[in-house]
């Protein structure tokens, strides 16, 4: 009870006390502080005008020329639209070659909110003669952006809670058992969420919607994984001690190690994306690895207390006796077991067989999304952008920025005119130290050929000059990527190495083990993208999304083989490999399959925000838990170890056996 009381109190704190998030920078929250890109924008805020960004009005008439009459309305709507703008000035319209289209710039502060371009929008929203219009441009993507994530933490906890109350109530069939992990692991989310907030003013880092995210589906992922442990646990000592408080102590003792080297995994993987070179990465581990250690402190502290506080009819209709044989000693997972042993070569085989047929899915996979291509629903800042590269040089909405000394710019401006790919150049803002000059490019943005132009200035322009602006920052942000998975992903092994070793004190486990999650990440990302491409026709993976899935996959995958494993050892102590998996796998089954159902449908929730790197990171480690849960951990690996016999405990066996039985050895 005080227990209850303290962390009552102490969550009240939290909430009371807690501050409001640093919020990222969108288009830069993903380059890394050395980028060229990087050092462009921090110069370009120095200029003068340099906190102005323009929202692009586009006017059209269904592909017809605008004729007299609707150059005359886009003339007077531009005279309308000087009062949003800075200062208030006059604005004059340009027109396209064809007559087709018309625009309006209308000068907006960089910090500028998205209720200044929905104003923007409401004031175009009817225009005479069939005139539409759309609105894009820097400041309209940023209100897409916010809009997108408008209202997501709720939706995505009502969705996240009702998808975990649905499986926790099939699970336990009690009409009250699941309200107490529930709200234990509810309560623990918001509590993590005001963390994290807390942990952005206090170290200086910043977040956005994606991070809070995808940091709330994990503390609820991984928090009732940690409760279904903890409390399949408790109901099996609940049948050996008469005391509830007894019982919870022991089941406490044999779960709790499990759990911490499980969410010590999770957390030492998403702390390796400190040494990320992108922003948005290390703000992603540094507040995910915060949510993982309040789910863990939840689940260990005040969901044992708040179990024990209701006593023995908590699991109504279904209450543990003592003395009761545990039904799940002889139940489907224990047959499984049974059939896994009895044919490991089979299983093996058939498992590696499916993973392989599976993996093939990734054939002709493709990483980098173009700003267009990152949401799900197009926003009207996209189809603007879309309606404005068909009727102006492809680049001219977004130029490319080359910067340059004063003295210099006449001979940069010179050179960057006659690089490939440039459609023209025209003079930007200047100060004593710095002048700009806005490239306009003759592709899209996020072509291939934008990005061959991008490179082709930066080869021509050496070290006279900075090229940056939205294609440059693209091909840096490819870059950190790059380098962060060929960084990240052998540390994330490494740790995982690490941790199976001191928890299984076995060279042979710890390295199947590995091998089997990386094997589920491969096949997970196979699958999705033959997803991606046959259901959602997505042309490629957003550039965070593989380093994402296998920080995930490989430390919450690893977590379901370290809890049949750690079984798997405590009963080695008695009997042999194959009949230690088979009563692990018994006892275990049920609620690594309920935890795994539950983790893959969490992630899948992440599909109800409008952005494409969340829906695919989603669908990847939705299909690689669901792998890991129904394949890996129930097949694979009961079946590898089998084959392996006592030898997958080397160099340290659970037990000393005779030396003279059959297939073992002494530690």
Do not use: C
């Amino acid at each position: 009870m005080l227990t209850v009381l303290a962390f009552v109190l102490l969550t009240g704190l939290v909430f009371a006390l807690a501050p409001e998030a640093r919020e990222a920078d969108q288009a830069t929250s993903g380059l890394p502080d050395s980028a060229e890109s990087t050092t462009v924008s921090a110069i370009q805020r120095t200029l003068p005008s340099s906190g102005v960004s323009p929202a692009i009005v586009v006017v059209s008439r269904d592909g017809q020329v605008l004729g007299e009459g609707g150059r005359a309305a886009v003339t007077d709507l531009a005279g309308r639209l000087g009062r949003f703008g800075v200062g208030g000035a006059d604005l004059t319209p340009t027109f396209s070659d064809d007559g087709e289209v018309g625009l309006v710039a209308v000068p907006l502060k960089a910090s500028t909110g998205s209720a200044k371009v929905e104003a923007i929008r409401d004031a175009v929203a009817s225009l005479p003669g069939g005139l539409a219009a759309e609105v894009t441009g820097g400041p309209a993507f940023q209100a897409d952006i916010e809009n997108a994530f408008a209202g997501a933490d709720v939706r995505l906890l009502v969705a996240t809670a009702l998808i975990v109350a649905v499986l926790l109530l099939v699970t336990y069939r009690s009409p009250w058992l699941w309200l107490v992990p529930l709200v234990v692991v509810a309560v623990g989310d918001r509590v993590a969420s005001l963390a994290v907030a807390a942990a952005t003013q206090l170290f200086g880092y910043e977040v956005d919607g994606s991070t809070t995210g995808i940091t709330s589906v994990l503390v609820f992922g991984a928090g009732t994984n940690y409760a279904l442990l903890l409390i399949a646990r408790y109901r099996e000592e609940l049948r050996r001690h008469d005391d509830r408080f007894a019982a919870m102590r022991a089941a406490w003792r044999q779960a709790a190690p499990a759990i911490l080297a499980s969410s010590g995994t999770v957390t030492l993987a998403l702390l390796t994306l400190s040494f990320a070179d992108a922003p948005s990465n290390r703000a992603l581990g540094w507040s995910a690895a915060i949510g993982i250690v309040v789910a863990v402190l939840f689940g260990l502290v005040a969901l044992p207390a708040a179990m024990v506080l209701f006593g023995r009819g908590l699991f109504w209709p279904f209450v543990p006796r003592v003395g009761q044989d545990d039904p799940a000693r002889t139940g489907v997972w224990s047959r499984v077991g049974h059939a896994v042993v009895r044919r490991p070569r089979t299983f093996v085989a058939g498992s590696v067989a499916l993973l392989l047929l599976l993996s093939l899915g990734a054939a002709g996979l493709q990483v980098g999304l173009t700003q267009n291509e990152r949401f799900r629903v197009t926003p009207e800042s996209v189809v603007g952008q879309e309606r404005l590269a068909e009727a102006f040089p492809a680049g001219f909405a977004e130029p490319t920025v080359v910067l340059a000394r004063p003295g210099a710019v006449a001979d940069v401006a010179r050179r960057a005119s006659s690089v490939d790919g440039v459609s023209s150049v025209r003079p930007g803002a200047a100060s004593d130290t710095w002048a700009s000059l806005q490239v306009v490019l003759d592709s899209d943005r996020g072509s291939d050929r934008s990005a061959d132009t991008v490179e082709r200035l930066r080869s021509s322009l050496g070290d006279e000059a900075l090229v940056g602006g939205p294609d440059a920052q693209d091909i840096d942000a490819a870059s950190a990527a790059s380098h962060d998975r060929l960084l990240i992903i052998p540390l994330v092994l490494v740790i995982v190495m690490i941790v199976l070793l001191v928890l299984l004190r076995s060279v042979v486990a710890s390295v199947v083990l590995a091998l089997t999650v990386v094997a589920t990440y491969v096949t997970a990302v196979g699958a999705g993208w033959f997803v991606f491409t046959h259901l959602f026709d997505f042309p490629a993976l957003d550039l965070p999304v593989p380093l994402f899935a296998f920080i995930f996959l490989v430390a919450l995958g690893v977590d379901y083989n370290i809890f049949l494993t750690t079984r798997a050892r405590e009963e080695g102590a008695t009997q042999p490999v194959a009949g230690a998996m088979t009563s692990a796998l018994a006892v275990t089954g049920g609620v690594i399959t309920s935890a795994g159902i539950v983790l893959a449908a969490v992630f899948a929730v992440l599909g109800v925000l409008p952005v494409v790197a969340l829906t695919q990171i989603g669908v990847i480690v939705g299909i690689g838990v669901l792998l890991d849960t129904l394949v890996v951990r129930s097949l694979l690996v009961p079946a590898l170890a089998t084959m392996l016999g006592e030898r997958f405990w080397w160099p340290s066996h659970p037990r000393r056996l005779d030396g003279d039985a059959e297939g073992t050895t002494r530690p």
